[in-house]
């Protein structure tokens, strides 16, 4: 493809997500460090723990619905078609791995203000702030 090995077209690839990590995390670093209101702490704080609830519950229903794929597969692979143990293990880790994909869209976004409490940027203060920068 375009001229390329597989390997230099790999590499590349590698490069560019290792580049696209690099640049969030820069962002994040930025955004995390910047003042927090305290009602909007309270508002993150509510969002983050509806998301955490959420989550255990769709994770404990990815793993019952893993149990019940799973054991499908090794009925019809492992037993009906007779395949290799080996290669039934194959085909459950790809399917474990089809699952965490599923859950790892729904994990909750990082608290991106950890660490700031309310008492460092309360009102008054930011009150103060406000009127300073008219």
Known sequence: MLGLDGLTLLMRGLLLCAAGLGLGLWAYRGLRDLPVHASMLEVSELIYETCKTYLGTQGTFLVVLELFIGTIIVVYFGMLREMAAIKVVAILMSSVLGI????????PSRRIHQGQHPARHDRENLHREFQESR
């Open 100 to 107: 965490l994909g599923s859950f790892d869209r729904r994990l």
